[in-house]
């Protein structure tokens, strides 16, 4: 089956530093991709990872251990503007996305 | 942002009723989808057409029809919808390169009630 898991919500302090985890069981792999939503928004691409490792872009980074079916996106010095959803996304083949139900971050003074 | 732009943005409709949501993309995309998004549930996929032809149909009840009648546009037509059908639903596109994963743009949404 497809299964992708991550945290319902998560709370952290502007100026902190927060790590979303993902992890994900799929048919196929052929990267993973994490977006951000704001509400009543659409979703907006963050970072794509398709072999192990970090990839660092600004404040945001993303990581991919393939082996252990796990994903990270790490976002730094957290501003309130940060506060939105993460949604983590499995590239099951061609054109195939399949979505996490999405992680909801609240940033607070 | 407006590389995908969808409307209405807000609609709100009876069981019997029939309306169409629009999906227009500027981006030069081969590929484009609809999602479904209902709360505190991941994105579902319904449909994904690449130059204009359908490819994916998630077993999505007939009451919901897709249309693309060239690679910028897309509809979904809608028929004697359920309330259990009310939720964001939203259009994304992709450059459509094979062999590799492609990154999908989103529109803003539209979000539907079906009373």
């Known amino acids: 089956g497809q299964n992708i898991d991550q945290p319902t919500e998560m709370t952290a302090t502007e100026g902190a530093i927060v790590q979303i985890n993902c992890t994900y069981q799929?048919?196929?792999?052929?990267?993973l991709f994490w977006y951000q939503q704001h509400a009543g928004e659409a979703p907006t691409f963050l970072s794509y990872?398709?072999?192990?490792g970090l990839e660092e872009k600004g404040r945001f980074s993303s990581f991919l251990s393939r082996s252990k079916g796990y994903s990270y996106l790490l976002l730094k010095e957290l501003q309130m503007k940060d506060s939105a959803s993460y949604l983590c996304?499995?590239?099951?083949?061609?054109?195939?996305?399949?979505f996490g139900a999405g992680t909801r971050l609240a940033v607070h003074p | 942002e407006t590389g995908v732009t969808q409307t209405p943005r807000h609609l709100v409709m009876g069981m019997t009723n029939k309306k169409s949501l629009k999906c227009e993309q500027h981006?030069?995309?081969?590929?484009m989808y609809w999602y479904k998004q209902s709360a505190k549930k991941p994105l579902e996929l319904m449909f994904v057409?690449?130059?204009?032809?359908?490819?994916e149909n998630n077993s999505v009840p007939s009451r919901f029809s897709p249309e693309c009648p060239n690679s910028s546009h897309l509809f979904l037509h809608l028929h004697t919808l359920q309330p259990e059908d009310s939720a964001l639903y939203l259009c994304?596109?992709?450059?459509?390169?094979?062999?590799?994963?492609?990154?999908?743009?989103f529109g803003p949404g539209t979000r539907l009630t079906v009373l």
């Open positions: 990872n398709v072999l192990d």
């Open positions: 799929t048919s196929g792999f052929n990267g």
């Open positions: 996304a499995v590239s099951g083949g061609y054109n195939k996305l399949i």
């Open positions: 981006l030069g995309h081969n590929a």
């Open positions: 994304a596109s992709s450059p459509g390169t094979s062999g590799s994963a492609d990154t999908q743009y």
């Open positions: 057409y690449s130059l204009e032809e359908r490819v």
